[in-house]
Nanobody, 119 residues
Framework: QVQLVESGGGLVQPGGSLRLSCTAS????????MGWYRQAPGKQRELVAD???????NYAESVRGRFTVSRNDAKMTVTLQMNDLKSEDTAVYFC?????????????WGQGTQVTVSS
């Protein structure tokens, strides 16, 4: 079965850093577009960053310049390096995989990991 498992969340002070990792199993990882989403209480889930199977990354405006997404297909992992964290970054962060298998593709989500930025 397909599983995406996030790790690395926690409590950090503003200006601090965290590194989130997502490890996939049962997924055609090399074909997958991987992404990180986050959802804060009372807010809609939003895209933080994604990275295509070819390694092209895209970032939300709010995190551009602070976060870096990368992938390691051999290890079937995607990583989100989060620097200069702000209180607004507090949310549950979810790993996402999109696999473009015709005709409709497949989509999977991790269980989420909590990131709390507070002094």
């Amino acid at each position: 079965q397909v599983q995406l498992v996030e790790s690395g969340g926690g409590l950090v002070q503003p200006g601090g850093s965290l590194r989130l990792s997502c490890t996939a199993s049962g997924v055609l990882f090399s074909m997958a577009a991987m992404g990180w989403y986050r959802q804060a209480p009372g807010k809609q889930r939003e895209l933080v960053a994604d990275i295509t199977s070819g390694g092209s990354a895209n970032y939300a405006e709010s995190v551009r310049g602070r976060f870096t997404v990368s992938r390691n297909d051999a290890k079937m992992t995607v990583t989100l390096q989060m620097n200069d964290l702000k209180s607004e970054d507090t949310a549950v962060y979810f790993c996402h995989a999109g696999i473009p298998i015709p005709p409709e593709g497949y989509e999977y989500w991790g269980q989420g990991t909590q990131v709390t930025v507070s002094s």
